[in-house]
């Protein structure tokens, strides 16, 4: 074998080895770049029905205004909850502050139960439920963003995507967790 031949095997080699490198890199970074996107869409549909809430919350508390008037405390800790949420910035802030939301209203919906002419009225009955169809298109939407959370995190910390991902700044992502006082249920007293 001469030197020519040998140069141009490892020059060869050396060419399918970078080639690998090169698509194994482009391969691995354009997979976290698409599950990194797929875990904004699945956040951003969250916040589409977040706004929902937010948004059908002045017209359920005012309805229960007129009814509970005397009940001021809970409806103080609704709006100021809601108004948290509005100011949220970050994703973790606005998962906490949306916490905080659906722990007053569960406490809101506690204090309805004491009202039989409001659970009559029929403003009430559709606010109701628009905000009970609200409650449970946000657990579709947390449940399908977690989700897409778990596939992004588990690539970014399998091998030997991990290396890569710390190299291109991809970060781990939370999950959005329900509150601590959900796991206790509303008690209603009459």
């Known amino acids: 074998m001469t030197t020519k031949n040998t140069v141009i095997i490892v020059l060869a080699v050396l060419a399918v080895l970078v080639f690998s490198l090169y698509s194994f890199t482009k391969n691995t970074y354009n997979s976290l770049v698409i599950l990194d996107e797929g ?5 951003a549909q969250v916040e589409t029905q977040l706004q929902r809430r937010y948004d059908l919350i002045p017209n359920l508390v005012e309805t229960v205004k007129g009814y509970a008037a005397h009940e001021r405390e809970v409806l103080i800790k609704v709006t100021e909850a809601r108004s948290r949420v509005g100011s949220a910035g ?13 722990s007053a209203l569960a406490r809101l919906l506690v204090v309805i139960e004491r009202y039989p002419d409001l659970k009559a009225n ?3 009955i559709r606010l109701q439920d628009e905000l009970a169809g609200t409650e449970n298109r946000i657990s579709v939407e947390r449940r399908r963003y977690n989700e897409s959370v778990q596939v992004y995190n588990i690539k970014l910390r399998s091998f ?16 959005f967790e329900a509150p601590q006082a959900a796991a206790e249920a509303p008690k209603v007293k009459f």
């Open 39 to 43: 875990v904004k869409s699945a956040w």
């Open 90 to 102: 970050t994703v973790d802030e606005k998962i906490e502050a949306n916490n905080q939301l659906s």
């Open 122 to 124: 029929q403003n009430f």
């Open 160 to 175: 030997p995507e991990n290396m890569l991902a710390g190299m291109f700044g991809f970060q781990k992502k939370n999950f």
